[in-house]
Each structure stands twice: as structure tokens, then as C-alpha cells.
């Protein structure tokens, strides 16, 4: 029974060769040269070559072979740039047969062929291979390669001519002995050096390669090499040796960083099916003893060591039952071992007894799949692309651009670029304030200010104190009570457009109406009858939603009295009586009566008291006993008003030539913001639709930067109608002229075309044909720029207006707009 077993050397080993019989091994390195026998107990010193005074370069190996026909001959792979040729079997310690000295430099690799016992290649650090005959003394023939270095060589064991060469230009050569002048094939297999090759003892077409690009790949070069399996490590990798008796199985070790040998099942590339970590560093060989249960190899810890397949330890095992993966739509992937519970274990019939070949044991596991039903962030930038308003050119005002484009984000999930359109709405959508009253008089609970029409009062009025008019503690909806003042009498105004009711009684009856002509005040029966109708118009305007268009605050009982200071016309306080006009033409008015009122807010809350005529005398007119003999003189202080500033709305008269707060900077921050934020497409967009507004304030050359990435994702997405159209409203002359000429593609070798016309140059034909009819287009063409695809202007509107696809069966979704 094979066991674990070491042998450990004067120092680093550098590789290994077994002969036929797999009994003997032979250990090389820049100061080891060893012959050991292998024996059931251990490693036996048979020879030791490196011995006497002659000891030169020739006996610093970096690669060894072992004749597998005559086991007398031995070849190295001198430091020094030779192959030598030695003996083991001479009775005499120098066993030194034939030195070639045919390459310039170091040789990398030495391989005897498999039934030719004479034949031997080698490959070097100078970029070529040699081919010698042991029986002659120069080489036979010489195979040169297109790169700098040869790092392996391998005879193929299923053809007698062919061997296979490695490069560190990550290139694969397939010779043939018999024609030196080029290689059968070539072919890149990695996208570093390649450091080693091992041909498949089953498969006659499987070739393993190895490389800095820590990978190990299985080629079939039946009829063009095809890659079969890819295996990926940890580290590069410098040895690979198929398994014997097993397909899939390769062993590997590492040129650096790890010192582990692996062997892989190329079926299951992610996890090593045995490793093996008895060495202290890196492993420098690797060889199977005919066995597949037993692996020789050699490290720089100056180390032989015999591994058991058994000891080996397993990955596999340790591993976690549970794997997860997702694609990039999101979709995730969850794969696990259903475990039996042993009370609910239920008998199986007996198994067959596994077989030698069968490496994994069968194992019941269950895979979930959970799709993704979010939009990916590709997704949404099509959709938002494809659905965004861009101009105020097409009859929509910028109000309504801001609200389409909101709902468009609020759509995509974009909930923060939705806001950020609602912003630009508020900011920009209006042009100034706009009031919209819906009657003469303000309601109570709202700051919006109200007309009054000027000729109602007359120029005296001006100048009288604020107690002649009289005030009212009601005031609910559009319902304005009747004010009385000595000597006269106004009307009450009960329709909401400011026009009286046809039903309403003249002054003289006002008594009807519940207005008391002696009193000057308002009955209990009329105040009652007049909060009814209030009432109902207050719900009325709770119902149409107008009544939360105002604010909740007032300012005081007299905000009625500045009715007197507003000039307008006198329909719109004391009504027009209108008579077989339309609701239209109503509206129309009410709109010119607004638009001429001057919109200023009172300046005090409250009415002014009148001024005192008697004022009670000044403190030194009245004795006191702890001010007696002290005289107090009264000051007058001056305090300045500072109210009407305060309240004057923009616009009016009284306001201090303030101007309207425009938010322009604000709209400039959030561009910089999301571009910032890597959402050029949010930035460009708002750039394109406030335009004039806040371009002025950006730096041309970051706007220019932002429209060519956005036009450049827009191309990716193949949206090619919305990147003409941020092109033409970008205002950017460079970016204009970058895309007012468009390349064209021939649609057979898609190469662009250099000419003017449509011939292509590299094929010979001519590209402008009609996809539907086959005929030449001699007047206006129309292609598609994902796959060249065009032909005449109706037979190409006549095809999409039925059809997505491209006409020619291409497969290509051509957008046609």
C-alpha cells in the first residue's frame, strides 16, 4: 500500500523527471543532481551525479527528461544555454555522454519522445526549438518561433510527428518535424506568458495550457482549437500534469505566492477537488507515479515528497452547500443541498456500490430563481429618454414641460429628479404672482389681497378718518355686508362675480331685506338669512377645492375697509346686471377688471384709533408728594412705520422697487448638482429646457462635456432620434459640427465607406440598395445606423408601420420614427 514519504535535499530542487517504470526518480537543481529509488518504506540515494571536481554549469538544471524507452539515457536543461546528455548507467562518477551547445541561451525545456527512443527537443530562452538525434552530436534540425522565449515543449503522444511549443508571448504552436520552415497552427490562448502544456493521455485532440494569467485551460484542437474548459487559480500558474485513468483531472502548482498543489476537475472549475499543503514553498515539479492515486513532486524547500490521494484534503467538503448569483437584469440565483430530516427519513432501496471512476457522490440540491421586476438603471435611462419633453417649441408652455417630465421620473422610480422638476415648475413656470379672486371682497381665512373698484369712492372719501367707515365682524365666501355710513346706504353684494342678484330689492326696500333704515345696522333676520347663504357658498367652495388655494390667516376685522384704497370699475363692487351674455364673456371680464386692479395689502392690521383731541395734561400738572420739588420734562419720540414696506406686495405701488425673487441660482445648483452625481442626463435635460434662463450662468465648456456624454449614452442605447435632437438644441457649435456628418457602414463587411458615394471599397459593391425592393436608391435613402440597413423612403415607412425588425432578416430592432 502506497504511503505518505519525504526525502529532503542539500538544497532547492528545481524539477523532477520518473523513468518508465515509475520506480526511480531523479532530482535536479542548481546544486542537486540525484538519482533515488522508490521503495514501499521510502526514497533510497542510488547516485548522486554532482560529485568530483568537474563540477561546472552543465550540472545546473533547470529541466530533466528520462528516456521512456532506454532508461540508461538522461537529458538536461543546462543554465548555461546547453543540452546535456548523460549516461546513468556508466560503472565510472562521470556519466557526462553528449553536450549540445546549439543555443544561445538559457534552455527552458527538454522532452524525449514517447516510442522514438532517439529523438529529443528542446526549447529556449533565445525563441527557438531544437530537434536532436542522440546519435549524432549537433542538432538535427531547428524550429524558431515568433516570440522572445520557448517555456515548454511537449511531444503529442497520439501523433508521431507533432509536438506542441509555448511561448511568453501567451501564443500555442503546432508543429510538424517533418517542415520546419512554419508552424500547423497557431493560436493565442493567453493574454500573459504561458508557462506550461500538457497533451491529454485520453483525449488525442485535448491540449492544457498554463499561464501568468493564473488560469489553466483545456483547448480541443480537432479542426481549430476551441476552448473547452477554463479553470482559474489564485496565482500563475508553472506546472500542470494530467491525472491518469481520470478525464477531467489535472494537477497544478503555482510558479508564485502559493505553495499548494491542486487537483481540479475541469467540470467544476471553482473548487479544487484534492490540494495538497505538506510543502513550505513554491512547488517547482510534479509528476503522477502511474497511479492516480499518488503524486511525486519537488520545492524550493529542498524537499521530495511522496503524496497519497487519500490524505489529500477536500475542498469539496468543506465548502458551503449554498450558492448565490445574479445576473445583470438583477435576477438572483440561489442554489442548496435539501437535507433529509432523520425523522422523516423515509427507507431507499440499497445503492450500487460506487464505482472507481465516480468522483462526486450524487447529491439532491434545489435551485430558486428570483426575477427582478424592477427596471434596471439601463432601463430607466431608455425610458426616461425616449419620454422626456426636451423643448417649449412644440406649443407646450414650460409649466406643462415641468409636469410631464415629473410624471416621467415619478414613473422610472425617480422619485428625487420628479421633485426636482416640480422645483423648476414653481421656480420658472410662472412668469409673475397670479391671482385668480373670484370676487369683489376677500373672504375671511384668506392673505389674498382684493380689488376695489376706485369710482365707488368718491375724492373725499380720501381724506375722511378711518372710523367713518364702518367696519364688519362677518365676513365668510364671496358675501359682502352692507355698510352704512350717516346719510347714506350701500347695497349688499350677494353674487360671487361681483354683479348683483336680478332678485335683490332696490335701497328703498331695504327694510325687506333686513336692513334697518334707523339703526344703520343689519337685523337678526337678515344677518341669519345672509350666513345661510354664506354658508352654502363656503361649502361650495370647500367642494371645488378653491377654498385651500388660500391661506389660513388674516389680518383683522378692518382687511374689508381697504376695499376703499383699491381703484377699479364700478361693476366690479357694485355689480352689472347682465342680460343674455354667456358665462364665457363673463369670465372674460372678470379677467380685464383684474388685470387693471392695483393689488396692495392694508397697511395696518387694525383701523387707526381717531386722534385725541383732549390730552390729559403732561405729568408736571399733577402733584405728587415723591416728585415734589422735581420738575419732568415730557419728550416726544418719533417711531418710524415701517409696516407698509413690509406688507406691499411686488409690483404695487407702494413696494420699495424690490424686484420678484427669480431662483435662477438655485435652478444653476441642481445642474451642477446632478451632473456631479453622474446623471448627466437630469443636468442636460434641465439645461435644454430652461435654455436662455440659466445658460448664461454655466461654464461652456462643462455644458459642451455634459451634451457629448449624454449623446454618447444615448448612442450606446441606440436611441439615435433623441441624440439628434439634443444635437440641435444644444447650442453648441462644436458639438453641432462633431455631429452634422454621420458615418455610413457598408452592410455587408460593415466597414465605414472613405467615399462620397456608396461603393464600398472593400468589398466592391454598392451599399445603397433598397432592402425591399433590391433596386439602387437614386433618390432619397433612408438607413438604419445599427446595421446599415436602408432603401426608399415609403417602402421603408410602408415596412415599420407593420414591423419592428429589420427588413432584411438581419435580427436588428430598427428604430424608424
Known amino acids: ?58 550540472f545546473s538544471c533547470n529541466d530533466a527528461s528520462w528516456n521512456p524507452v532506454d532508461e540508461q539515457w538522461l537529458a538536461t536543461a543546462a543554465t548555461n544555454g546547453a543540452v546535456v546528455l548523460w549516461n ?14 546549439d543555443h544561445k541561451r538559457t534552455v527552458n525545456k527538454v522532452t524525449f519522445h514517447g516510442s522514438e527512443q532517439n529523438m529529443l527537443l528542446s526549447g529556449s530562452q533565445d525563441g527557438t526549438m531544437k530537434y536532436f538525434d542522440i546519435r549524432m552530436k549537433a542538432a538535427v534540425m531547428t524550429f524558431v518561433s515568433n516570440a522572445e522565449s520557448v517555456r515548454d515543449v511537449q511531444f503529442n503522444p497520439h501523433q508521431c510527428f507533432s509536438f506542441a511549443a509555448v511561448s511568453e508571448n501567451g501564443t500555442v504552436q503546432l508543429w510538424d518535424l517533418r517542415r520546419q520552415d512554419r508552424c500547423e497552427k497557431q493560436f493565442t490562448a493567453h493574454s500573459g506568458p504561458v508557462f506550461a502544456c500538457d497533451w491529454h493521455p485520453e483525449n488525442k485532440t485535448w491540449l492544457a495550457t498554463a499561464g501568468r494569467d493564473r488560469a489553466v485551460k483545456v483547448w480541443d484542437l480537432g479542426y481549430r482549437p476551441v476552448l473547452e ?10 506546472r500542470i500534469k494530467w491525472r491518469p485513468q481520470r478525464m477531467y483531472h489535472i494537477a497544478s502548482c503555482a510558479l508564485v505566492i502559493d505553495s499548494v498543489i491542486h487537483v481540479w476537475d475541469v467540470r467544476r472549475p471553482y473548487i479544487p477537488h484534492a490540494s495538497f499543503n505538506d510543502h513550505k514553498d513554491i512547488t517547482t515539479g510534479i509528476a503522477w507515479r502511474g497511479s492516480p492515486d499518488v503524486l511525486l513532486s519537488t520545492s524550493k524547500d529542498s524537499y521530495l515528497i511522496q503524496h497519497v490521494i487519500a490524505d489529500a484534503e477536500r475542498p469539496m467538503e468543506k465548502a458551503n452547500p449554498i450558492c448565490v448569483t445574479y445576473n445583470s437584469k438583477g435576477s438572483l440565483t440561489l442554489a442548496s443541498v435539501d437535507r433529509i430530516s432523520k425523522k422523516n427519513k423515509h427507507p431507499t432501496l440499497p445503492r450500487k456500490p460506487k464505482s472507481e471512476s465516480e468522483d462526486y457522490p450524487a447529491v439532491r440540491c434545489s435551485i430558486y430563481v428570483f426575477e427582478n421586476v424592477k427596471p434596471t438603471p439601463a432601463q430607466v435611462f431608455r425610458d426616461c429618454a425616449q419620454n422626456y419633453w426636451l423643448q417649449t ?22 422619485l428625487q429628479v420628479a421633485t426636482i422638476w416640480r422645483v423648476v415648475k414653481l421656480l420658472f413656470g410662472f412668469s409673475g404672482l397670479e391671482f385668480a379672486p373670484t370676487s ?48 347714506q346706504q350701500s347695497e349688499p353684494l350677494v353674487n360671487g362675480s361681483g354683479s348683483n342678484n336680478s332678485n335683490s330689492a332696490p335701497t328703498s326696500n331695504s327694510n325687506e331685506r333686513g336692513v334697518s333704515d334707523t339703526s344703520g345696522g343689519v ?27 388660500t391661506s389660513d390667516f388674516f389680518f383683522g376685522d378692518a382687511e374689508a375697509d381697504v376695499l376703499n384704497d383699491f381703484g377699479g370699475t364700478s361693476d366690479s363692487v357694485q355689480g ?74 411686488p409690483g404695487s405701488s407702494s413696494s420699495l422697487g424690490t424686484t420678484c425673487w427669480s431662483g435662477v441660482s438655485n435652478a444653476v445648483e441642481m445642474v451642477y448638482h446632478m451632473a456631479e452625481e453622474g446623471d448627466v442626463q437630469t443636468a442636460v435635460t434641465l439645461i435644454l429646457v430652461l435654455g436662455d434662463r440659466i445658460r448664461h450662468l454655466l461654464n461652456e465648456a462643462a455644458v459642451e462635456h455634459w451634451i457629448l456624454a449624454y449623446i454618447d449614452c444615448l448612442s450606446r442605447c441606440r436611441l439615435w432620434n433623441t441624440a439628434a435632437l439634443v444635437v440641435k438644441l444644444s447650442q453648441c457649435e462644436s458639438v453641432q459640427l462633431r455631429f452634422d456628418v454621420y458615418p455610413t457602414h457598408c452592410n455587408l463587411c460593415s466597414r465605414a465607406l472613405q467615399r462620397r458615394g456608396w461603393l464600398c471599397d472593400s468589398c466592391k459593391t454598392i451599399t445603397n440598395t433598397c432592402s425591399l425592393c433590391h433596386l439602387v436608391v437614386r ?32 435580427g436588428h430592432v430598427c428604430e424608424f420614427d
Open 1 to 58: 500500500m502506497m504511503q505518505h514519504m519525504t526525502l529532503m535535499q542539500e538544497g532547492p530542487i528545481n524539477t523532477l523527471a520518473l523513468n518508465r517504470d515509475c520506480n526511480k526518480v531523479v532530482v535536479t537543481g542548481r546544486n542537486v543532481f540525484k538519482v533515488c529509488e522508490i521503495k514501499d518504506t521510502g526514497f533510497v540515494e542510488r547516485d548522486n551525479i554532482r560529485t568530483g571536481k568537474n563540477s561546472n554549469l552543465n
Open 88 to 101: 546513468i548507467q556508466k560503472s565510472i562518477k562521470l556519466k557526462q555522454e553528449t553536450v549540445y551547445n
Open 229 to 238: 474548459h477554463t479553470v482559474t487559480t489564485m496565482a500563475s500558474v508553472g
Open 393 to 414: 417649441t412644440t406649443g407646450k408652455s414650460l409649466s406643462e414641460i415641468c409636469d410631464h417630465n415629473a410624471v416621467v421620473a415619478a414613473n422610472a422610480g425617480r
Open 440 to 487: 369683489a371682497v376677500a373672504s375671511v381665512g384668506s392673505s389674498r389681497p382684493v380689488p376695489v373698484n376706485k369710482e365707488e369712492s368718491e375724492p373725499g372719501d380720501s381724506g375722511k378718518d378711518a372710523s367713518s367707515r364702518a367696519s364688519t365682524r362677518h365676513q365668510s365666501g364671496n358675501v359682502a355686508f352692507p355698510t352704512q355710513q350717516t346719510g
Open 523 to 549: 337685523s337678526e333676520e337678515a344677518e341669519s338669512e345672509v350666513e345661510d347663504i354664506d354658508s352654502q357658498i363656503m361649502l361650495s367652495h370647500i367642494a371645488s377645492g378653491s377654498h385651500f388655494n
Open 576 to 649: 352689472s346686471k347682465i342680460s343674455g351674455e354667456t358665462d364665457q364673456q363673463q369670465l372674460q371680464q372678470q379677467q380685464q377688471q383684474s388685470s387693471q386692479m392695483d393689488w396692495i395689502l392694508p397697511c395696518e392690521a387694525f383701523q387707526l384709533r381717531h386722534e385725541i383731541k383732549d390730552r390729559s395734561p403732561p405729568p408736571e400738572h399733577f402733584t405728587s408728594h415723591c416728585f415734589a420739588g422735581t420738575r419732568i420734562e415730557a419728550q416726544m419720540i418719533e417711531v418710524e412705520d415701517t409696516t407698509s414696506a413690509l406688507l406691499c406686495l
Open 779 to 810: 433618390g432619397l435613402y433612408v438607413w438604419c445606423r445599427g446595421c446599415s440597413h436602408g432603401g426608399h423612403l415609403l417602402h421603408i415607412r410602408e415596412w415599420f408601420a407593420r414591423n419592428t425588425d429589420c427588413p432584411t432578416g438581419c
